[in-house]
C-alpha cells in the first residue's frame, strides 16, 4: 500500500523552528521528486518548495526562501522541511506529495499524498 505519512506540525510561537517529516512506505521516494504544499484557512492549495530526485531544490513561495529548507534521508525513505523564522502567516495545513515526473508547482502534477500536518503559528 503506498502511503505518505507527515508528522512534526504543531504550535510554536513567531520566530521559533519546526521540522516536518514525510515517511513514505509502499514505494521507494530515490526515484520521485517530493513537493511540500500548503493550506490555509480558505485559500487554495499552494506549492511551497520541491527537491528533485537528484536533490535539486526549487523554491514556489518566495517569503520561505532563506528560512525553509528541504532535505531528503533515501535510507530512511523520508523526506523532511526544516522551517525556521516561522511567521505567523505561515500557519497552514502542510501536505508532502510525490511525482514521478520533474517538479512542479501544481498540485495536479503529484501522484501521492499525505494526509497532512497542522502547523500554526502564533504568540
Known amino acids: 500500500q503506498v502511503q505518505l505519512v507527515e508528522s512534526g506540525g504543531g504550535l510554536v510561537q513567531p520566530g521559533g523552528s519546526l521540522r516536518l517529516s514525510c515517511a513514505a512506505s509502499g514505494f521507494t521516494l530515490d526515484y520521485y521528486a517530493i513537493g511540500w504544499f500548503r493550506q490555509a484557512p480558505g485559500k487554495e492549495r499552494e506549492g511551497v518548495l520541491c527537491i528533485s530526485d537528484s536533490d535539486v531544490s526549487l523554491y514556489y513561495v518566495d517569503s520561505v526562501k532563506g528560512r525553509f529548507t528541504i532535505s531528503r534521508d533515501n535510507a530512511k525513505n523520508t523526506v523532511y522541511l526544516q522551517m525556521n523564522s516561522l511567521k505567523p502567516e505561515d500557519t497552514a495545513v502542510y501536505y508532502c506529495?510525490?511525482?514521478?515526473?520533474?517538479?512542479?508547482?501544481?498540485?495536479?502534477?503529484?501522484?501521492?499524498w499525505g494526509q497532512g500536518t497542522q502547523v500554526t503559528v502564533s504568540s
Open positions: 506529495a510525490a511525482t514521478s515526473l520533474p517538479c512542479g508547482w501544481g498540485p495536479y502534477e503529484y501522484d501521492y
